[in-house]
DNA sequence: TCATTATATATCGTGCCACGATATAACTAT
DNA sequence: ATAGTTATATCGTGGCACGATATATAATGA
C-alpha cells in the first residue's frame, strides 16, 4: 500500500505533539486578532498584560517587561516607547534608582486590557480542558515511547 | 500606602492570565532554542512537526501546512523553500492533481526531528501539570469574575 | 573619596520573516 | 470553450526583534 500522501506511518508521538502545537497557535492566533480588534498590536496587549498583572510589591521596570515578554530589554525599551506614544502605557522615574523606569498602564490601556481580559478568559475556559488532554496524551506516548528506547 | 511600585492592588484574573502567557511563552522560548541548537529555525522545526505529524490520509500540501502553522499560503512557500533549500524536505508534485505539492521530510528532516520530538515530550510533561494547574485558576476566578458582574 | 565595575535604560543600524498584491498554472462547471 | 475557482509561486514592503553601542546611575573597594 503506502499511497502517495501517507508514505509511512505518522509516529503517534510526533501526531499528538503536533496537535498541541495546533492548538497553542490556535489560541495565539485567537488572542492576535482578539488584540488587533481592540486596536492593539498583540506585542502590546502582552506588555499591558505583564504590567497589569504583575503581583503586588513587584516593581515592574523595563527588565522585568523584558523578562516576562522573553525578549531584550532594547526591544522592550522599543515596545514601551511606541505603547507610551499611544497613551496605554506611562513611565515614571524611580526615585529610589533613577536608572529605573517604573511601568503603568493607564486608565485608557487599562479599559482596553480589561476587555481583551474576559474574553480571553473565555476562550482559555474551553482551550484548557483540550490542552489537559493533548498533554496526557503527551506523556502517554512520551513514557511508551522512552520505555521503548529502554527494551 | 500603597507604594510606588504598586499603586493599585492587580487583579488576581488578571495575574493567572500573565502568568498563563509567561508559561507559555517560557515554553516556546525552550522551544526555540532547542530548534536552534539542532540546527533549525524554529519555524522550520514547526514545519516539519506538522509535516510529519500529520494524522494518516491527510495530503500534506502547502495549504495544509499553512493551517496548521497558522501562515499565509505565501509565507508557508517561502519557508518550504528555505527548508527544501537545506534538505530537511522535500515538494514532490502530485499526480492527481498537479497543482498541489505534497510535502515530505526527509531522511536528515526526520533525524533532527526526532531529536527535538524526545527533549520536548520531555519539557512538556514538566509544563503540563503547570499549566493545567494555571488554567484551572484562571477558571475559577473568571467564574469569580463573570459572577460579580451579574449581581 | 574616587576610580572601577556593574546595572538599567536608551539609541542606532541591520536583517529576517510574514504579509499584501499580483501572477501563473491547473482543475471545475456550465 | 470559457469563466470561475483553487493551489502555488513571485515580488516588493514594512515592522519588529536583535546585536552593538552609548549614557547615566549605583554599588564596590582600595
Redesign the pocket.
Known amino acids: 500500500m503506502s499511497s502517495q500522501f501517507t508514505a509511512e506511518g505518522s509516529d503517534p508521538l510526533l501526531t499528538v505533539l503536533a496537535e498541541f502545537r495546533f492548538a497553542l497557535r490556535s489560541f495565539l492566533h485567537f488572542s492576535e486578532c482578539a488584540a488587533q480588534e481592540a486596536g492593539l ?1 498583540p ?1 502590546q496587549h502582552q506588555l499591558l498584560l505583564q504590567v497589569a498583572g504583575a503581583p503586588r510589591g513587584t516593581a515592574v ?3 522585568y517587561a523584558a523578562e516576562r515578554l522573553g ?5 522592550t ?6 505603547s507610551e506614544r499611544e497613551g496605554l502605557l506611562a ?1 515614571t522615574e524611580d526615585a529610589a ?5 517604573i511601568l503603568q498602564v493607564t486608565r485608557k490601556g487599562k479599559k482596553i486590557l480589561g476587555q481583551l481580559t474576559a474574553s480571553h478568559a473565555r476562550e482559555l475556559n474551553e482551550l484548557g480542558p483540550r490542552l489537559a488532554k493533548v498533554l496526557k496524551q503527551i506523556s502517554v506516548h512520551a513514557e511508551a515511547a522512552s520505555s521503548a528506547e529502554i527494551q
Open positions: 498590536h506585542q521596570t523595563i527588565a525578549l531584550r530589554h532594547n526591544s525599551v522599543e515596545l514601551v516607547d511606541r513611565r534608582d533613577k536608572r529605573r523606569a
